[in-house]
């Protein structure tokens, strides 16, 4: 799955760089939009954030790319691994700036973890 964020003067620490929890908000939305379209019957939280790298920094006006891949499938809990990139402009490279695995477990009424539909 792909979706695409822009950057806005908000979303800005004070030496104009976007603050660490504001990526991490987008990922774990975005990683429980990925698990939720994946698995439509499932209810997910997310229970665990692995591995988190910022690997460059992010200026406002920036457009995020995020791209989701399921790696991990249990039988309560789905794994993806999240990749976010900044395009170029004049059709150069894109640059990777932050990469983490999100895990999401399905719950059931009560809040209680849950198998996973076949």
């Given at each position: 799955?792909?979706?695409?964020?822009?950057?806005?003067?908000?979303?800005?620490?004070?030496?104009?760089?976007?603050f660490?929890?504001?990526?991490?908000?987008?990922?774990?939305?975005?990683?429980?939009?990925?698990?939720?379209?994946?698995?439509?019957?499932?209810?997910?939280?997310?229970?665990?954030?692995?591995?988190?790298?910022f690997?460059?920094?992010?200026?406002?006006?920036?457009?995020?790319?995020?791209?989701?891949?399921?790696?991990?499938?249990?039988?309560t809990?789905?794994?993806?691994?999240?990749?976010?990139?900044?395009?170029?402009?004049?059709?150069?490279?894109?640059?990777?700036?932050?990469?983490?695995?999100?895990?999401?477990?399905?719950?059931?009424?009560?809040?209680?973890?849950?198998?996973?539909?076949?």
């Amino acid at each position: 799955m792909e979706s695409h964020k822009l950057v806005l003067p908000e979303h800005l620490n004070q030496f104009g760089y976007v603050f660490g929890g504001n990526m991490l908000k987008w990922v774990d939305e975005f990683a429980w939009i990925a698990a939720s379209m994946g698995h439509p019957s499932c209810n997910f939280v997310t229970i665990a954030f692995d591995r988190v790298e910022f690997h460059k920094g992010v200026k406002e006006g920036t457009i995020l790319k995020f791209i989701a891949t399921e790696t991990k499938l249990g039988n309560t809990s789905v794994q993806y691994k999240i990749n976010v990139c900044r395009g170029r402009s004049q059709g150069e490279n894109e640059e990777a700036v932050f990469t983490t695995q999100v895990t999401l477990v399905n719950i059931d009424e009560s809040g209680k973890k849950t198998k996973l539909p076949d």
